[in-house]
Each structure stands twice: as structure tokens, then as C-alpha cells.
């Protein structure tokens, strides 16, 4: 048997941009399937060579679920166009019909064929007789595809038609296709036997269809608020799973893969199931000797799971083929029954543990087990290990376990593991747990008069108060805290309290002086004790204040300052504190434009919060990115990282407001109705600095569509809310929409290219900002210029797309005496064929997928009356009636 070039099995994305295998669409012609494209593509190469004469068998195969029927259906949408398409389908019976999918077959190949084939599926002698009329057939006709459907279940009459008539299509302008299950070939299975007869005989093939990658699955879930990498762990990529999780909210096991699971079992002897049973407890790969004594059936009793494709045998022993799968398995097995054996495990990790004692499965079977004692041991134990690799996730998860039974210890040791879980779950970004644990914890350990640990409290959970958005209390608190600390002896503590005033001060900026003043205070401190880290990160915030307020001679030598401090905090191995102190300066360098260095900072710090799981980073560091994106050009790149950030389940709320207020911006420009849902959004948390970026572009969306009076009136709230400490950049950005809104500009700091604007040197300030890269902002600065000037404006603007400012630029040209002359197509529409805009084309894509409105409009941030507007103007522009004539209007019946 041959196989077909790598190529055509390697999974690519195919027909979409983006979605995954749609296994629940009525119409084939309106799924989308995503990494398709290898395995289509090589069925339609099959199909091309048995045109010209020279027949094939190909063997679709895959597992259970992964799609071969959606790829058969699409394979004879588009076979349909050149060739006549039967199918034949095989049953799942006990007995199954002899020669049953052939006869499904045989009505479209001829009375003689069908006649033949009847009397022989009650004759099984009589195969040769149909043999021949078979190929008297396929030898006339000009082109026939075949497809016989889940071949694993074919009677052994039917295998043998087909392994007769394979070694006979030479001259035959036939293409069989025959898909199969290859999670469920037993090895004496009649099918098993066919490969073995077909091996090595010309014009045979298999294709193999591949589970989804995790990009896939997360194009699949997008917009849908779950975890992208729970999801794809649970389901392992297989479509059915996959689709059936997301159909039922991410929420519990889908009632459909229950009854995909109970089918297999159904199957199965009761020693088989013992060990289902004893393996979903263990978990995958469960060890064969604990399966061996859990189950206490012999290990044969799992060949029947394995035929069945139920379980999957490594190295390590025993497992499910897919969590979900396990799960389901679980959900099967009675509550008193499934504690029983959670406690034999414990009990047999105990007395003979299998590679070791292993923490986090003691807490786990100890917990499953009601077992509180064992969970209070084991659990903090598991959860320092998972810390100490900074698996912060994994350690809150089991931290929470062991403070939902800690009831009964003494105060002490109840009141230090509420302590440790809400730190944990704070770094873990379960930040609205955290907070809730740490202001417990505080108040425990004020009651038993542990001003020390009172303090600590109270430092964690004001640095957990300003990602979520609550920065007035993070103040206060950590005043607190350091009122509680001061009194007492020196400690590390207390240096950690300083540390913290001095972040908040930074970040705040109104606190500069603060921030300053705790530095110094850390840094004299940290030398008492003997701390680097605290000292690294007070030098840090001493110099970043410089940078940003530039309030020296030297900015560049405070940068240098800032970079050092953050270096030798991360060559000392103190990660968290580097990783703030980057995320610090990549958000100072979006501010000021500065690519490279916001670059710099962006792949350090994905890095960093990558392999720490520090997730609140990550979330953060993706949304500065956006912006960064936003600046140079990339608008698209711009909204597709803010929308997975706020697509993204619990980023801080504090990360979603870079997000939302560029994708307002980026929509405003483009002159989309829905630019105010997300720009209003955006004001919803007052941190300091985003509030003053939302309401610059806030200004930039009000100056877009003509109203000067709005744009002046968003920039002087946001100056009002500025102080003499805040980056001169920021205060500069909201300046700028008072001068072109044509208001009085206030007095305020303004730096880099902006203050050039401000001051009427727009050639300067252009030339300027193009040597940032920031061509937009370059053209901004033109709009002030002369003619030349304005008609560079106007180029620029129609490049990005951004009409509603080149419209602007056209009405100043007009005032100047020139004509804008004829435009051509809309920006929006430019370079597509059916005039569409880019929003009614990206709609439409989704619309393909098969999502909903109101999943479209989770998906993309808008309301659904403004999906049922777009979805509207397209039907007009188009001229058809329906979605369903809308999509094949404009992606035919393949291209999406």
C-alpha cells in the first residue's frame, strides 16, 4: 500500500481565514472546515489522476470524531461539478448487512449492476459475476467517485468485493473512496486482514485526517470567553468533542459526547469496564499495576478498550484517548463508588507508591476521597512544588482545596494558608480571589495581633487591588500597610511595603514625589538587610520617574538607569520583579513611540510571563502591544491582539482598556458606526494612565466625525485629570486635539514631535514622526501644512483606509481652492470585488462559519443590531435576499 506525498497529510488551514471543522452543519456547502486543505487537496489530485485512466482506492481514515464525513461531503460538493458521485454507507449492527454499502451503491450503476448485487448480497458466491459487471461499468463511464462510509463496520462480503475490484481499477476512470475509524481496528479484524491482502498493490492509497492544532480550536472558541488551552487539553483537537463543548457553553460534559462514550462501552465485558473504570480514576497514563490491583481484573481485560478506541497504551501505561472522554467515564461511575476507589488509590499510593511520591496526585485522589487530612498534607505540599517552578495556576488550584477544609486547624496554620493562597492566586491572575483571601487574611491576623503578617496582608492585597481596577483603594491600603510595618523592627516586609508605594506611585504618576521619597527609604533599607531585590527595583523606579516626567538633562541616561536596575534584577533571579519592571518601561515605550525599546520589552516580557505563568503580565503586555501596533500602521494586526485579549477568559480589568479603546480608535478611523461601544468601555476603570489614553482617542473618534466641540471637551477632561508629573507625551496627545479641534491650547508639557505641532512647525513634527514610524500621526501633523502638504495627508489616509480623516484633509484642500477630484472606490471597499467594506466582508466570513448574530457580535465587540445593520447593507450591495445567497455570492462554494 502507498502513501501519497507528505504535503497532502501535513493539516493547513483550508477555505477559511478562520473557524475549524463545523461537524454540525445541515448543508456541507455551508461548513467551513479548517486544516483540510492537505487531505481535499489530495483527494482532488486522486480524482484528477482517475480521470485520466488510471483508477485509485484510497482509505480515508482518522479517529472517531475528527471529521471524515465533513471532508467527504465538501470532496463531493466540489467532485460533483466533474463526476458522478455515489455513496454507500455501512452500519453499525450486530449482524451487518452483507454486501451493505454496495447495495446503497449499485441503483446508480445500472439495473443489471443493482440486480446482480441483490442476488448476491443473499449468494455471497456470486461476487465474481458482480466483479465483472462492476468493472464492465466503471471501464464504460467517463468519471465515478465512490464513497463507502465507515468501513470498520463493513461485513466481510463487502471487504471482499473491495479488495477484488481494487486490484482491477487500472483502466477503470473510478476513484473509491472508503473512510474508516483507525482508533477502532482490532488487529484480527476482517478490515485489518484487507490492508494485509492490499499491501503493495498499485493505485491504493491512505490519507490520514489530523486532530486540530491549538490554533484552530482557538479560532473555533474565540469570542466565547473559555480557556483556549483547558479546552483543546480536555477535547486533544478532535473536532466532534470539540464543537460539542463549545455547543454547550464549556459548561459540564456535553450530553452528546456521554452518549458517544456510553455507545463504546455498550460494547465492551464488565472486566473491561472495571478497568475504564480504574483508569479514569487514576487518570492518564495510568500505571498498568495500579490499574492491574485498582481494577482487579487481569490486564488482557483492556484489549477490548483498546479495540474499542476507548484507551490508547504508552510508555507510561493506560489512558484515555481524550480527557473529555475520561471524564465522561467518570461522570458514569456512582458517587459512593468513585470515593471508594479514589481512597483505595491513596491508600495504594501510601503503602506502595508507583515512581515515587508524587504530591499533587495524593492531594488529588485525598480530595476526591473526602479524605481531609490526607488533603491538608498533601495539598500545601503539591502547591509548593508548583510554585517552585513556577507553575502558580496548578499551585492556587490546589491551595484552594486545602483552604476549603481547613476549618478544623488550629488559628495559626488556617490563618497562614488563606495567606498563601490568596499571594498565589494574586500572581496566578485570580485576582478577584486573591483579593478576597488577602483582606481575610489581614483581618485574621489583625484579630490575633500580628501586626508583621497584618502588614504583609495588606501589602499583597493592595498590589492586587490596581489590576482590578480599584487604584484609589490600592493606595490607601498600602498606606496601611506600611503604617502597620513602620512601628516594628526593620524587616523584609517592610522594604516590600516601600517597594509597593513606589509602583503605585509610578504607575499612578500623581504619586511621583511619593514614588521618589519610598525609593529612597527602600533603598536604605534593603542595604540594612542585605535585600538586592528590593534595592534593583527602588533604583529602577527612581530612574523611570526621571524618564518619564523628564525632569533632567539627561532622559537617556535615566533610561540606561532604569535598564540596569531591571538587567540586574533578572540576572539575580528575582523574575517577578524584572517582569513589572519591564512591563513598566514597554508602556512607557509605546507612549513615547519608541518601537525598538517597546519591542524589546515585549518579547522580553512575553518570555518571562510565558515561563513563569505569570498571566496578569502576559494579558498586559499583549495589550500594550496592540497599541504599539496601532502606531506604525499595522491597524489590523492592531484590533486582532486587542481582540484576543478581551477575548481572552479574566484578563484584569485594568489590561482591557488599551484594548477596547483601540479598537474604538481603529474603528473610528475606518468611519465604523460602532466606534463609541468599546471607547466608552474603555473609561469604565479609572486607572490613571489608561483613562488619559482613552480619552485622547475618545477626542481623535469626536474630531473624526466633525464635532469639534466634543473632541476639545474629551481632551481638556483628560488634562484636568493630568498633574505637573505626568509624561509630558500623554499630556502632549490631548493638547494635540484641542489645537486641530481649533480651541485655545492650554499650558501643559508637551515632548517629542507633538510639541512641534503645537508650536506650528508641522514639517518638523511630520519629518519627526515618520522618523518614529508613525505615518499616521505624520499625516495628522500635515493637516496643518500647505497644499502639498494636505494632498500627502489625503494619500496617506486613503492608504490606511482611514476615510473619515481623508475626508477631513478633502475639505481643507477644498477651503484651499483645490478640487479633491474623483476618489474611486471607498478606502473600505478598494480591492474588493463585490464592494463590500472590510466589517461586511469579515461578517460575512463569520456568518460562513455558521456563528449566530449575537455570536458574531461576542466575537467582535459590537451589538447585535450592529451585526443585523452590516449583514443588512451587504444583502443590499449584493443584491440577494438571504445569508445562506449572501456567502455563496461572495465566496462561491470553496473559497472563504
Given at each position: ?6 504535503a ?45 485512466g ?14 471524515k ?39 446508480g ?58 486490484r ?23 478490515l ?18 489530523e ?21 483543546y ?28 462514550v ?16 480504574a483508569?479514569?480514576?487514576l ?5 498498568v499495576p ?20 476507548l ?31 479514589h ?68 488559628p ?32 485574621l ?5 500580628d ?11 493592595s ?10 483603594e ?18 523584609r ?20 514625589a ?38 533632567d ?18 540576572h ?47 494579558a ?8 504599539r ?11 486582532a491582539?486587542?481582540?484576543?485579549v ?30 463609541c ?27 473624526l ?7 476639545s ?24 486635539w484641542?489645537f ?17 505641532e503645537?508650536a ?8 519627526r ?52 477630484g ?34 458574531i ?26 445569508r445562506a ?12
Amino acid at each position: 500500500m502507498q502513501v501519497s506525498h507528505p504535503a497532502c497529510t501535513v493539516a493547513r488551514t483550508w477555505c477559511a481565514p478562520s473557524g475549524a471543522v463545523d461537524v454540525t452543519s445541515a448543508d456541507p456547502g455551508e461548513q467551513v472546515l479548517l486544516e483540510r486543505e492537505g487531505v481535499l487537496g489530495a483527494l482532488a489530485d486522486h480524482l484528477a489522476r482517475a480521470d485520466r485512466g488510471t483508477g485509485r482506492l484510497v482509505f480515508l481514515h482518522g479517529e472517531a470524531g475528527v471529521g471524515k464525513t465533513a471532508v467527504l461531503d465538501r470532496f463531493a460538493l466540489t467532485a460533483r461539478t466533474t463526476a458522478e458521485v455515489l455513496t454507500g454507507w455501512c452500519d453499525p449492527l450486530s449482524t451487518p448487512r452483507p454486501l451493505g454499502p454496495w447495495l446503497d451503491v449499485a441503483p446508480g450503476l445500472g439495473g443489471d449492476v443493482e440486480r446482480e448485487m441483490a442476488r448476491a448480497s443473499g449468494s455471497p458466491g456470486g461476487l465474481s459475476h458482480v466483479l465483472r459487471l462492476l468493472r464492465t461499468e466503471f471501464e464504460a463511464r467517463t468519471s465515478t467517485v465512490v464513497v463507502l462510509e465507515d468501513l470498520h463496520w463493513a461485513d466481510e462480503a463487502s471487504l471482499d468485493l473491495l479488495c477484488l475490484l481494487a486490484r482491477r481499477l487500472s483502466r477503470c476512470r473510478v476513484l473509491v473512496v472508503a473512510s474508516y475509524r483507525d482508533d477502532e481496528i482490532a488487529p484480527n479484524r476482517p478490515l485489518r486482514v484487507l490492508f494485509g491482502h492490499l499491501a503493495g498493490v498499485p493505485g491504493v492509497y491512505r490519507e490520514a485526517i489530523e486532530l486540530l492544532s491549538l490554533p484552530a480550536v482557538a479560532r473555533l472558541a474565540a469570542g466565547r470567553g473559555l480557556d483556549v488551552d483547558q479546552l483543546y487539553q480536555v477535547t486533544g483537537g478532535n473536532p466532534f468533542y470539540v464543537t460539542e463543548v463549545l455547543a454547550a457553553g464549556g459548561a459540564g460534559i456535553p450530553e452528546s459526547v456521554a452518549d458517544a462514550v456510553a455507545a463504546r462501552l455498550s460494547r465492551v465485558s464488565t472486566a473491561a469496564r472495571d478497568v475504564a473504570e480504574a483508569v479514569a480514576i487514576l487518570g492518564s497514563p495510568a500505571p498498568v499495576p495500579l490499574v492491574v490491583r485498582l481494577s482487579g481484573q487481569a490486564l488482557t481485560a483492556a484489549d477490548d478498550l483498546l479495540s474499542a478506541g476507548l484507551l490508547r497504551a504508552s510508555a507510561g501505561g493506560l489512558g484515555f484517548r481524550h480527557e473529555l472522554a475520561r471524564r465522561a467515564m467518570l461522570d458514569t461511575i456512582p458517587h459512593a463508588r468513585r470515593a471508594s476507589l479514589h481512597a483505595q488509590v491513596l491508600e495504594l499510593l501510601r503503602t506502595d507508591p508507583v515512581g515515587g511520591e508524587d504530591s499533587a496526585v495524593l492531594a488529588h485522589h485525598a480530595a476526591a476521597a473526602g479524605d481531609v487530612g490526607a488533603v491538608l498534607v498533601h495539598a500545601p505540599a503539591a502547591a509548593r512544588m508548583a510554585a517552585a517552578v513556577g507553575a502558580y495556576r496548578e499551585a492556587a488550584a490546589h491551595l484552594r482545596r486545602a483552604v476549603a477544609v481547613c476549618s478544623g486547624l488550629p488559628p495559626g496554620q488556617r490563618h497562614s494558608l488563606v495567606e498563601q493562597f490568596g499571594q498565589v492566586a494574586a500572581v496566578a491572575n485570580e485576582l478577584t480571589d486573591a483579593a478576597t483571601a488577602l483582606r481575610s487574611a489581614a483581618e485574621l491576623r489583625h484579630a490575633a495581633g500580628d501586626r508583621l503578617r497584618e502588614g504583609d496582608d495588606l501589602r499583597w492585597l493592595s498590589y492586587v487591588l490596581w489590576p482590578l481596577g480599584r487604584c484609589a483603594e490600592a493606595v490607601e491600603i498600602g498606606d496601611g500597610a506600611v503604617r502597620a510595618l513602620d512601628d516594628l523592627p526593620p524587616s523584609r516586609e517592610l522594604a516590600e511595603a516601600y517597594v509597593n508605594m513606589c509602583r503605585l506611585g509610578t504607575l499612578s504618576q500623581s504619586g511621583v514625589a511619593n514614588a521618589r521619597r519610598y525609593a529612597e527609604r527602600t533603598i536604605a533599607l534593603g542595604r540594612e538587610l542585605e535585600d538586592p531585590e528590593t534595592v534593583w527595583e527602588a533604583r529602577f523606579h527612581l530612574a523611570l520617574t526621571r524618564f518619564v516626567c523628564a525632569e533632567d538633562g539627561d532622559p537617556e541616561a535615566a533610561w540606561t538607569e532604569a535598564e540596569a536596575a531591571r538587567d540586574g534584577a533578572l540576572h539575580a533571579g528575582f523574575v517577578d520583579a524584572a517582569a513589572f519592571m519591564t512591563m513598566l518601561m514597554g508602556m512607557c515605550s509605546a507612549w513615547h513611540r519608541d518601537h525598538g525599546r517597546a519591542d524589546a520589552a515585549y518579547d522580553l516580557l512575553e518570555r518571562l510571563s510565558t515561563d513563569r505563568d505569570l498571566l496578569s503580565f502576559g494579558a498586559v503586555n499583549r495589550a500594550q502591544h496592540s497599541y504599539r501596533l496601532l502606531q506604525d500602521g499595522r491597524w489590523d494586526e492592531a484590533a486582532a491582539t486587542a481582540a484576543a485579549v478581551l477575548d481572552h477568559p479574566g484578563p484584569p480589568p485594568v489590561a482591557r482598556v488599551l484594548p477596547l479603546a483601540v479598537l474604538g480608535l481603529i474603528r473610528a478611523r475606518r468611519g465604523d458606526p460602532e466606534a463609541c461601544e468599546p471607547l466608552a468601555e474603555a473609561l469604565a476603570v479609572p486607572e490613571p494612565n489608561m483613562t488619559l489614553l482613552a480619552r485622547a482617542f475618545r477626542a481623535e473618534a469626536a474630531w473624526l466625525e466633525g464635532d469639534d466641540e466634543r473632541a476639545s471637551a474629551e481632551a481638556h477632561q483628560g488634562l484636568g485629570a493630568a498633574t505637573g508629573h505626568t509624561d509630558p507625551w500623554l499630556t502632549g496627545e490631548l493638547a494635540r486635539w484641542v489645537f486641530l479641534s481649533g480651541g485655545d491650547v492650554p499650558a501643559v508639557r508637551a515632548a517629542g514631535p507633538v510639541a512641534l505641532e503645537l508650536a506650528g512647525e508641522w514639517r518638523s513634527a511630520a519629518q519627526r514622526w515618520e522618523e518614529r514610524g508613525c505615518p499616521y500621526d505624520a499625516a495628522l501633523a500635515r493637516l496643518t501644512g500647505d497644499v502639498p502638504a494636505l494632498l500627502q495627508a489625503r494619500q496617506t489616509f486613503a492608504a490606511f483606509g482611514a476615510h473619515a480623516a481623508e475626508r477631513i484633509a478633502a475639505a481643507r484642500l477644498r477651503a484651499r481652492g483645490v478640487r479633491s477630484g474623483a476618489r474611486g472606490p471607498r478606502a473600505a471597499t478598494r480591492g474588493n470585488p463585490h464592494g463590500l467594506t472590510t466589517r461586511q466582508l469579515e461578517i460575512l466570513r463569520l456568518v460562513a462559519e455558521g456563528l449566530t448574530g449575537p455570536q458574531i457580535a461576542a466575537r467582535l465587540h459590537l451589538s447585535p443590531k450592529t451585526v443585523d445593520h452590516h449583514v443588512g447593507a451587504a444583502l443590499t450591495v449584493l443584491g440577494v435576499h438571504s445569508r445562506a445567497d449572501a456567502v455563496r455570492a461572495v465566496f462561491g462554494g470553496n473559497d472563504r
